[in-house]
Nanobody
Framework: QVQLVESGGGLVQPGGSLRLSCAASGFTFSSYAMGWYRQAPGKKRELVASLTIAGGNTNYADSVKGRFTISRDNAKNTVYLQMNSLKPEDTAVYYC????????????WGQGTQVTVSS
């Protein structure tokens, strides 16, 4: 069974930083591109950052480019998201999961971690 456990969220002031972590199990982590998704209230879940199996190539949504950095540690089955210069519009629940050209081969998602950017 796939398990994804996100952590590291919290309340931060605009301009602040947070580092999210996601521990994955139940699948061969090192065989999948991974990504961070987020869902704000009333909005659809969106992919904000992804990286390839070895972590050599990354992609970011325009809204976070230059502020967020995704990384992974295949030895620890963990993916990270360093978020700097946070803005109120970054407020959302953040999730990690695989990134595929087609549907992800499982329906499992973690509980997510809440990020709130507010003064």
């Amino acid at each position: 069974q796939v398990q994804l456990v996100e952590s590291g969220g919290g309340l931060v002031q605009p301009g602040g930083s947070l580092r999210l972590s996601c521990a994955a199990s139940g699948f061969t982590f090192s065989s999948y591109a991974m990504g961070w998704y987020r869902q704000a209230p009333g909005k659809k879940r969106e992919l904000v950052a992804s990286l390839t199996i070895a972590g050599g190539n990354t992609n970011y949504a325009d809204s976070v480019k230059g502020r967020f950095t995704i990384s992974r540690d295949n030895a620890k089955n963990t993916v990270y998201l360093q978020m700097n210069s946070l803005k109120p519009e970054d407020t959302a629940v953040y999730y990690c999961n695989a990134v595929m050209s087609g549907p992800i081969p499982w329906d499992d998602w973690g509980q997510g971690t809440q990020v709130t950017v507010s003064s």
